[in-house]
């Protein structure tokens, strides 16, 4: 059998098998503490945002806690008396830890998933993923974690990725330097709205498992019957 063949019947296998009723198939897109379970989730409610300077801007990072962090970045945002930083994962390096441990705003917490998560995030004002740009992660991935900040109906700050797909206005700001970092934090707050967060929440709903499976079979069908 042709190496072509070959792979087309491994493909038809699998999707037979994936197929089958009550045989349903996943593939984590990202570390599990990532996960957001629309089918767990709760009615999406809007808080509308107290006073701003005199109430704190709650900010929340999800994921893997390791070097790759623009952990300066977290310090100057942490170092505001009007910010609180929730950062919720595992912590895989100890600059991590002694670095996080000397901020009196920073909160770390350990993973968590589906509704647990959920409320964790949408309890915050803006999500982050400051990432450094000398890393692999910023220069050949996109973080698995947007999606569930938008799911939440939340701005996202970024810095260090530049491979995200197109968005629109008021779904994520992007930052060079620390200083930008937590001027962009704070716009980001200021400019958010009800109107905004419900624009996120549908934009991610059309960003599911399915969806995707969806363009890979139309992918894998064109392969099949070319």
């Known amino acids: ?8 019947e491994t493909l038809r296998s699998w999707l037979d098998e994936a197929r089958e009723p009550g045989q349903p198939h996943a593939v984590e897109d990202g570390p599990r503490h990532h996960h957001v379970d629309s089918r767990a989730a709760e009615p999406f409610e809007w808080n509308e945002p107290r006073p701003f300077p005199t109430a704190k801007v709650r900010v929340c990072f999800v994921g893997f806690m ?3 962090l623009q952990l300066d970045w977290i310090v100057a945002l942490a170092s505001r008396s009007d910010v609180t930083v929730d950062m919720i994962g595992p912590v895989e390096s100890d600059t991590v830890t002694q670095v996080l441990n000397g901020c009196p705003n920073v909160r770390v917490h350990s ?15 803006v999500c982050i993923m400051p990432y450094r740009a000398d890393t692999g992660i910023a220069k050949a991935t996109v973080p698995s974690k947007l999606f569930p900040y938008l799911a939440c109906g939340k701005p996202v700050v970024a810095g260090g990725v530049e ?28 400019e958010d709205s009800a109107d905004l967060a419900q624009q996120r929440v549908k934009f991610a709903m059309a960003h ?3 969806s995707r499976i969806s363009e890979c ?6 392969d099949i019957e070319g």
């Open 163 to 190: 491979h995200l797909i197109a968005l629109p206005a008021g779904f994520v700001y992007r930052a060079h330097t620390a200083e930008e970092f937590v001027a962009v934090v704070v716009r980001a707050k200021r």
């Open 111 to 125: 993973p968590l998933v589906g509704r647990d998560l959920q409320r964790a995030v949408s309890r915050c004002d």
């Open 1 to 8: 059998m042709q190496p072509r063949e070959q792979r087309r």
């Open 217 to 222: 079979w139309q992918f894998i069908s064109a």
């Open 208 to 210: 599911t498992w399915e």
């Open 66 to 68: 390791h070097n790759w």
